[in-house]
């Protein structure tokens, strides 16, 4: 039989615990008087966390380590840092120090003591799954998860035996008992993929602590701005860091941000999974993260207008957007975001062919898949969120056939009203 020993792992290069605190204290142990992470802003966070007090020749942009291996005179340091006694780096598979930067900038983000990213967020997403369940355990989630998450509780985890309850996103009491039965994994989403629905974390979070089970939150479209699920009681939060965080859909990535002790066997998966964030990557994720706030708060405040706009036109059936007092999670959203977020959908009177003819007379917003771009992204979900699905899950999922589904970029609200205007009204 072959050893599996749990421990033996060579390459590991990753941060002893305790490092993480240092990591988030940019200032602190500098000269230059800036004053700890925990009394910043959220735009002071996503400047200065997880920048180095001394860049190389006083850079004032860290600088982009391509470098994939790091070399060292010194045996025993090279050992120790190996062993993670000492932080430092030994191949970019492990860790990298443009890497380390946007997880660091996460983690403070977050409110995490740590975070460890991946090369997009569906490795976010699969490499927290397989790191943290085994055969035999049980997941409660919902049926509303992005496409990708969903297929992987549909086909992938039965494979592993893994028991996997998908409850009806609308329906708290049904998650609550479907959790009371048992569970090792509670995975939730807020606001959802593409009907934007609202779960209420805490009040599941704490159900989830009843029976023992770890709670992970995505939380891609509410983002660290939005929403803090580690403060209502998860224990780990993932990211796609191609929709927001970036921003700019110029990279991929994903990211998990906990405590040191959650974070640190996903982190060791990764490493030898190797679905790691490359140093490119990590660099411009770092640049976007750095305006998210900007941009959020520009994109809260156009959805808000896009919604009250769309909810108003004749055309237009019924607006899904959590910041709209009609909205059925709008109670919820209201108690545990600080904004709505920047993606919405609508339904159109008219059908498919009247989404159709809507989409194809945009002339401002992109049509195109993904979200949490500077720039509109416009799509159905059937072709965007919602494509990995078939015909027939798409419809038990309750997606309407005119769903459009709009994330908000960072252009001028009334441009994007004035875009749609334009469209519908030759309906
Ligand atoms: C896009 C997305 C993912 C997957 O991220 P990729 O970077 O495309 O792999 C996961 N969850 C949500 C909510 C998403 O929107």
Redesign the pocket.
């Known amino acids: 039989m072959c050893p599996t020993d749990p421990d033996h792992d060579a390459g590991h290069a990753g941060p002893a615990e305790g490092d993480a605190d240092d990591n988030q204290e940019p200032g602190s142990s500098g000269s230059d008087g800036r004053a700890r992470p925990g009394a910043w802003g959220r735009s002071t966070t996503a400047v200065w966390s997880g920048e180095p007090d001394h860049s190389p020749e006083g850079a004032t942009v860290a600088p982009l380590f391509l470098g994939v291996t790091f070399g060292f005179d010194d045996l025993d340091e090279w050992r120790a840092v190996g062993a993670g006694e000492k932080p430092g780096h030994i191949y970019s598979r492990n860790t990298n120090p443009t890497v380390d930067l946007f997880e660091r900038k996460v983690a403070a983000l977050e409110g995490a003591e740590r975070a460890t990213a991946?090369?997009?967020?569906?490795?976010?997403?699969s490499n927290t799954l397989f790191a943290l369940l085994e055969p035999g355990h049980r997941v409660v989630s919902v049926k509303d998860?992005?496409?990708?998450?969903n297929r992987i509780f549909t086909e992938f985890l039965p494979r592993w035996t893994v028991d996997v309850a998908l409850c009806d996103t609308s329906d708290h009491d049904a998650i609550e008992s479907a959790i009371d039965d048992g569970a090792d994994l509670v995975y939730l989403?807020s606001p959802?993929?593409p009907m934007l629905k609202v779960l209420d974390i805490a009040r599941l979070a704490e159900r989830a602590k009843e029976v023992g089970a770890v709670v992970v939150v995505?939380n891609?479209?509410a983002t660290p701005i939005n929403q803090r699920p580690l403060e209502l009681g998860a224990d780990l939060v993932?990211?796609?860091?191609?929709?927001f965080l970036g921003g700019h859909s110029d990279a991929?990535?994903?990211v998990v941000a906990g405590a040191a002790s959650e974070v640190e066997p996903i982190f060791r998966f990764r490493e030898i999974n190797g679905a790691s964030l490359d140093a490119h990557s990590a660099f411009l994720l770092a640049r976007g993260t750095r305006t998210l706030e900007l941009r959020v708060e520009r994109q809260n405040a156009n959805a808000m207008q896009v919604a009250r706009f769309l909810a108003a036109h004749p055309a237009v059936e019924a607006v899904f957007y959590p910041g709209l007092p009609d909205h059925p999670g709008h109670d919820v959203a209201r108690r545990q975001m600080r904004g709505f977020g920047g993606v919405l959908s609508f339904s159109l009177k008219g059908g498919f062919d009247a989404m159709r003819g809507v989409l194809g007379r945009l002339r401002l917003a992109h049509r195109a898949a993904?979200?949490?771009s500077v720039a509109t992204l416009v799509g159905p979900p059937a072709t965007t969120?919602h494509v990995e699905l078939t015909a027939e899950q798409r419809a038990a999922a309750g997606i309407p056939e005119s769903l459009v589904r709009y994330s908000v970029g960072v252009e001028n609200g009334d441009d994007l009203v004035a875009d749609l205007r334009a469209a519908l009204d030759t309906l």
């Open positions: 991946f090369a997009t967020g569906m490795a976010a997403v998860t992005y496409g990708g998450t989403e959802t993929n995505d891609t479209f993932l990211h796609s860091a191609t929709k991929m990535g994903g993904s979200l949490g969120s």
